[in-house]
C-alpha cells in the first residue's frame, strides 16, 4: 500500500496546493477550480448513488448546522454521511456516518485506490493551478459512504461555496447559516458580494433555507434561487427558536410544534443553528422513506436527536469543580456570544486561558473575555505549523488594556497549571481561542471522539 499512516496520507493530500505556497493569492473566482474535483468524481463514478445531499454555508454556525442536521436525520433512521472542517485531533474526523469517524484503515485505503486518477489529473495541471485537499477528501468520503450504504449526506463547504469543492455534489438542498463580512482577500469586499459567493451553493430546481439575513444578503440568495428555479424560503424571527433557560448539560429552548425541547449543546447561538436544521432535515426526509411528518414518531425523533447531539470543542464543558469550558472563539463577535451563553454558568473566579493568532482577531477576544475575567493567561500552540500567534509583549500589552492581571505560558499545559492554582475547586475556568488550542484541551484532558 502507498500510505501507511495518517501522517503520509495528509502529506499527499496537500502536495499540490503546497507547490503554490509563497505565491500571491486573490479572489476565489480567480484562484480556485474544482475542474479537477469534478473530473475525478466523474470518472470514479462517485456521485451515481441514490443519495440526499444537503450543503451548508454561511459564515458562522455551519459546522454545527452541518453536525445537528446529520444527528437528527440519524435519529429519524438514515444512514448519514457527514462532512466538516477543520477537525480536532485527526483529519479523519472531517468524514463520518452516523457521527463516527471513517477508521485510519479505511482511510489509507481508499486514498491508495483512488490516488492513481488523482495523479493522472494533477499531472495535467498548468503551474498555477492545483488538486484542491478538499476535492479529495470528497472523493474519499462519497466512495465511503457508497461502502456503508449512505443514503443521506450534510456537507459543510469552505468559506465560499461557488467556487468550493465540496459544493460539486448534486445537492437537492442548501442551508445558509448568518453571511456576514468575512475572508474579503478572497470573497470580495463587501456582504453583498461574501453572499454571491455562498448562494453558488444552490442548484437548479432545489430547496434552500436561511436563518435571519439582512436585506442585501436575502436579495442575493433570493436571486439566485430565481435564477436556478430553486424554492427559497428564510426563517422568519418569529419562527426560530426561542431560549427558556440553562441546563446542566445544555440549553432548554422553545420550537413550535416541538414544544418546549432541550438540545445538548451550551452556547445559546445554537438555536439558531439547531431550527435551520430542523427544517433541513425534515425536508431531506421527505424525500426518504421513513415515518411521516404528522406522526408523534417524527417529532419524538426531532427531539431525541437535539437531546444527543455532539460537536466537541464549542463552548463544551470539560470538568465540574472547577468547571472548565473550551470554546473556538477568534473573534470579538464570537468571543461576546460566548460570554452571553455562559451567563447564570460563571463561578468567581474566573480565570481565562486565551490562545489566537496574529491573523485573527485577537483583541476583540482580549477584550470581551478579559472583562468577564479575573486574570487571563496568554499562550499559543505548535500543533499547526502555520499558526503565528502575536508577540508575547504586544499581546500582554493589549490584553492589560481590559485585563490588569494578565501573565503568558508557553503551551497549554503551562497555562493550565498557572490557571488552576488561580481557579481552585469552585471557580470557573475558560480556554479560549484558535481550533488547535481546542485540540490540545481535548486532548489534555484524555477526551477521545471518534464517534460523536
Known amino acids: 500500500m502507498r500510505f501507511s499512516n495518517e501522517a503520509e496520507a495528509v502529506t499527499y493530500i496537500f502536495r499540490s496546493l503546497r507547490k503554490l505556497r509563497g505565491h500571491e493569492r486573490g479572489y476565489d473566482e480567480l484562484t480556485r477550480d474544482v ?168 442548484k437548479q430546481y432545489s430547496y434552500a433555507y436561511s436563518v435571519p439575513q439582512p436585506t442585501e444578503v436575502l436579495e442575493v440568495l433570493q436571486a439566485e434561487a430565481d435564477a436556478q428555479n430553486a424554492e427559497f424560503a428564510w426563517i422568519a424571527p418569529m419562527d426560530m427558536g426561542q431560549f427558556v433557560e440553562n441546563t446542566p448539560h445544555g440549553i432548554r429552548m ?90 447564570g454558568r460563571l463561578t468567581d473566579p474566573v480565570i481565562a486561558i486565551i490562545a489566537v493568532p496574529e491573523d485573527k482577531d485577537y483583541d476583540g477576544v482580549y477584550k470581551e473575555i478579559g472583562i468577564i475575567s479575573e486574570a487571563v493567561v496568554l499562550t499559543e500552540t505548535a500543533r499547526n505549523i502555520i499558526l503565528h500567534f502575536p508577540d508575547q509583549d504586544m499581546a500582554i500589552n493589549a490584553a492589560r488594556r481590559y485585563n490588569d492581571d494578565v501573565t503568558y505560558a508557553p503551551n497549554l499545559a503551562a497555562a493550565v497549571d498557572i490557571a488552576i492554582q488561580r481557579v481552585g475547586k469552585t471557580g470557573t475556568l475558560l480556554i479560549v481561542g484558535t481550533q488547535s488550542i481546542v485540540a490540545d484541551a481535548i486532548q489534555l484532558w484524555g477526551l477521545s471522539y471518534e464517534v460523536i
Open 254 to 343: 422553545e420550537l413550535g410544534r416541538y414544544g418546549l425541547l432541550e438540545i445538548s449543546l451550551m452556547g445559546k447561538y445554537q438555536i439558531a443553528n439547531a431550527t435551520l436544521a430542523v427544517q433541513g432535515a425534515g425536508n431531506m426526509h421527505g424525500r426518504l422513506s421513513g415515518v411521516s411528518h404528522a406522526s408523534p414518531e417524527y417529532i419524538n425523533a426531532i427531539r431525541t436527536g437535539l437531546a444527543t447531539v455532539i460537536w466537541p470543542g464549542r463552548l463544551q464543558k470539560l470538568q465540574d469543580a472547577p468547571a472548565v469550558y473550551v470554546d473556538g472563539a477568534i473573534n470579538a463577535e464570537s468571543a461576546r456570544s460566548l460570554a452571553e451563553s455562559l451567563q
Open 35 to 202: 475542474a479537477p474535483t469534478v473530473e475525478l468524481l466523474r470518472t470514479l463514478d462517485l456521485t451515481a448513488a441514490p443519495r440526499e445531499y444537503a450543503v451548508v454555508t454561511g459564515s458562522k454556525g455551519k459546522g454545527s448546522t452541518t453536525v445537528i442536521t446529520a444527528k437528527l436525520l440519524q435519529s429519524l433512521g438514515h444512514t448519514v454521511g457527514m462532512i466538516t472542517s477543520p477537525h480536532l485531533v485527526s483529519y479523519r474526523e472531517r468524514i463520518r456516518v452516523n457521527g463516527r469517524a471513517i477508521p485510519e484503515a479505511d482511510f489509507l485505503r481508499i486514498l491508495d485506490d483512488i490516488a492513481p486518477e488523482i495523479d493522472r489529473i494533477e499531472a495535467g495541471l498548468t503551474a498555477e493551478r492545483y488538486f484542491s485537499p478538499q476535492g479529495i477528501f470528497l472523493a474519499v468520503a462519497l466512495r465511503w459512504f457508497d461502502e456503508q450504504n449512505v443514503n443521506a449526506a450534510v456537507l459543510e463547504v469552505g468559506r465560499g461555496g461557488r467556487f468550493d469543492d465540496i459544493a460539486v455534489v448534486p445537492n437537492k438542498l442548501s442551508l445558509f447559516t448568518p453571511i456576514m463580512l468575512e475572508h474579503p482577500q478572497q470573497l470580495g469586499p463587501t456582504v453583498a458580494r461574501i453572499a454571491w459567493h455562498k448562494a453558488g451553493i444552490i
